[in-house]
């Protein structure tokens, strides 16, 4: 009866921990999901822009305008924002992390020319 006892807590207390690991972004298929914000297709990887809630609610944005207006919108506790570096369609930076900069030769899907970079360097030949 013990070792049924002992076997039950440590099943659930494996399964409790698996749920508490660290919230990475989710790779996504170009055209597949919409923005979260204006319902247009995530097409442009560049400009692909990741929200989570402390829920466990996860919004996908095709433009970090995108993401700061939804922002402004909803009454909702973030917990992480990923933005992808432009440079690097496969790599995150958490938005806190990044260098965001506004420049005419950047064309974003909603036309703001926001980008996001993982160095100042990388943002040199994008300013005026």
Not at 23 to 36: A, D, I, N, Y
Request: glycine share 4%; aromatic share 10%; with cysteine.
């Amino acid at each position: 009866m013990q070792f049924k006892s002992l076997t039950l807590i440590c099943i659930f207390l494996t399964v409790a921990l698996v749920g508490c690991g660290e919230v990475r972004p989710e790779p996504l298929t170009v055209g597949e999901t919409k923005c979260s914000h204006c319902s247009m297709s995530i097409v442009d990887m560049r400009f692909h822009t990741q929200l989570i809630t402390y829920k466990g609610k996860r919004y996908h944005f095709d433009a970090i305008e995108c993401m700061d207006q939804f922002q402004k919108q909803k009454d909702i506790k973030i917990k992480n924002i990923w933005v992808t570096n432009y440079l690097d369609t496969k790599e995150f930076i958490p938005k806190d992390e990044a260098i965001i900069i506004h420049s005419d030769k950047i064309r974003s899907p909603m036309g703001a020319g926001l980008a996001a970079f993982k160095t100042h360097e990388d943002t040199i030949p994008f300013q005026k």
